[in-house]
Nanobody
């Protein structure tokens, strides 16, 4: 049973930075593709970023150049570094994992096999 646990969320001012972590347990993390999604109140869950088992990263247009996804296989942890935050980035952020090292389309939630519980990020104006 694979479990994902997010951490690092909180309240930040516009223009600030936050790093989210997603710790995995119970599986072979280094073989998984990982993703980050977010969901704001009243909106659908949307894709944020994806990283393959081979360390290739992909981003939603809305975060490209501001967010960076990475992974540390030795720590079984994926990260999302978020810079230059705006109130539009306020959401509950979820990490997700896929047993396949590469998935397509990576922005589709149904392609992921397991999910964390989410961590809230609130950006004040």
């Amino acid at each position: 049973q694979v479990q994902l646990t997010e951490s690092g969320g909180g309240l930040v001012q516009t223009g600030g930075s936050v790093r989210l972590s997603c710790a995995a347990s119970g599986g072979t993390f280094e073989t998984y593709a990982m993703g980050w999604f977010r969901q704001a109140p009243g909106k659908e869950r949307e894709f944020v970023a994806h990283i393959t088992s081979g360390d290739n990263g992909w981003y939603a247009d809305s975060v490209k150049g501001r967010f960076t996804i990475s992974r540390d296989n030795a720590k079984n942890t994926a990260y999302l570094q978020m810079n230059n935050l705006t109130p539009e980035d306020t959401a509950n952020y979820y990490c997700a994992g896929a047993r396949a090292g590469r998935i397509w389309p990576y922005y589709q939630p149904s392609k992921y096999d397991f999910w964390g519980q989410g961590t809230q990020v609130t950006v004040s104006s």
